[in-house]
């Protein structure tokens, strides 16, 4: 079977990234294919990643108060580029009126601070795979 | 981002699992072969950061390039994390580059599907395609069968003159780039590949800093015409011509690979009797493989 491609990026302006390599870590080895796109990424270079590496999953890491702006711009850019199918996960300090907020907005899921990492993965692997033709 | 590439990206996947799609995309028209140009070397070596500065080099003559980046798949979880990309950010919105993560066996060092990816880059047209192996040590030759020159990255902290006359992938490599000559032990390193009777001297030696990029134009030019001269003399084609039986071993050897790793194995008393074990087992994959592609196939014919 075809492993589960997830693409953890940063984006926005702060470089606190241990959360995201923790999680890629993890992922890692629940036996899934991961792309870190390393720091301060904007939602284009995001999406044009994304794409070029054919991802069944996205993953934001966010702590820097920016999560409204950043994940309207994202999914919008994703629309337009016609990936608008493919998931995405927001990790990070994020309030939880927020957190609704982003998910009528389309996120899939929020994972705020001490979300256990065997929830992240199974999350991930069941909506990665839920959707799948193959 | 073009619907070209977004339709490549898709046709990769496709092609990583199955193989045998690539018949279905048609061939490449023979004038327009693209340079396919490998980088291996140690881990932390640069060849991220090498292959990102070459493409600078390149986009200024508005050369496309194509980067198959691999990093070892986990031989514990079967998963892979890839962070050759994060050293080519520059060009993440440049529409000429196009960067994919392959996961790739330890052994190989490559993914045994990376020639077909090659093959479908350069259907779509790159001027280059570069591929990047996981860090390697002495032995991982196997990128030396799909490439039409061969780099290896070295750089200082790499080992003593002695090393260097060791056989494996100093032979095989075509250029040889020596990195890092931005950093304080550069010279003491340099001299002593370059003075010693350590390196081939057939081959080129190339002063380069993927940092800085010093050298890099040099090492751009090199590989130009290194590529005219395998062009002319034919040796490109028939480097090429071999490529494709040295994919299936690796094919053969990755199925070899899972069988012995699979669960409920007997146990054997001789060897005989393993051996007979794996090339029943394989050979019945096999037949159970060709079934299911006729399926696939007659499958999409109806469409």
């Known amino acids: 079977m075809k492993k589960v491609r997830v693409l953890i990026a940063k984006p926005g302006l702060d470089g606190h990234d241990r ?56 999914l919008n850019l994703m629309k337009e580029q016609g990936i608008q199918d493919i998931p995405v996960f927001v990790g990070g300090i994020i309030p939880s009126d927020d957190a609704k907020k982003l998910k009528t907005m389309g996120i899939r899921e929020v994972f705020g601070p001490g979300s256990p990492l065997k929830l992240i993965v199974e999350k991930i692997k069941e909506v990665a795979t839920s959707g799948r033709k193959d | 981002m073009e619907e070209k590439i977004r339709k490549l990206s898709k046709l990769i996947t496709r092609i990583e699992r199955n193989p045998e799609e690539l018949e279905k995309i048609g061939t490449k028209n023979e004038n327009k072969l693209s340079r396919i140009v490998g980088f291996t070397g140690s881990p932390g070596s640069g060849k991220s950061t090498l292959i990102s500065a070459i493409i600078e080099c390149l986009r200024k003559k508005d050369k496309s390039v194509a980067v198959l980046a691999v990093d070892p798949k986990s031989p514990l979880s079967g998963g892979t994390f890839f962070g050759d990309r994060i050293r080519m950010q520059k060009h993440y919105l440049d529409e000429k580059i196009f960067i994919r993560s392959v996961s790739g066996n330890t052994k190989s060092g490559i993914s045994p599907s990376i020639w077909n990816m090659a093959r479908v880059l350069e259907i779509f047209d790159f001027d280059y395609i570069f591929i990047e192996s996981v860090g390697t040590g002495q032995s991982e030759i196997d990128l030396s069968f799909f490439v039409d020159i061969l780099i290896l990255v070295l750089s200082p902290g790499n080992g003593d003159d002695i090393q260097f006359l060791k056989a494996g992938i100093l032979e095989v490599a075509d250029i040889y780039a020596i990195n890092k000559s931005d950093t304080p032990e550069y010279e003491k390193f340099f001299n002593l590949l ?58 053969v050897i990755e199925k070899l690979e899972e069988l012995v790793n699979s669960k409920n194995i007997p146990e054997f008393r001789t060897l005989r009797e393993a051996e007979t074990f794996l090339k029943e087992r394989l050979i019945n994959e096999w037949r159970d493989d060709g079934l299911e592609y006729q399926k696939d196939r007659s499958h999409w014919n109806c469409r």
């Open chain 2, 194 to 251: 370059s003075s010693q009777p350590v390196l081939d001297n057939r081959k080129t030696l190339v002063k380069v800093s993927g940092i800085s990029g010093n050298g890099v134009a040099d090492l751009c030019e090199t590989i130009d015409n290194l590529w005219s001269v395998l062009l002319k003399n034919g040796d490109l084609f028939e480097k090429r011509k071999k490529a494709v039986l040295k994919q299936a071993e690796l094919f």
């Open chain 1, 19 to 74: 959360g995201a390599k923790v999680v890629a870590r993890a992922l890692r080895d629940a036996g899934m294919e991961v792309i870190y796109t390393g720091l301060r990424q904007t939602p284009e270079q995001i999406v044009a990643t994304a794409i070029q590496e054919d991802v069944d999953v996205i993953g934001l890491s966010i702590l820097s108060g920016a999560h409204m702006s950043i994940c309207k711009k994202l």
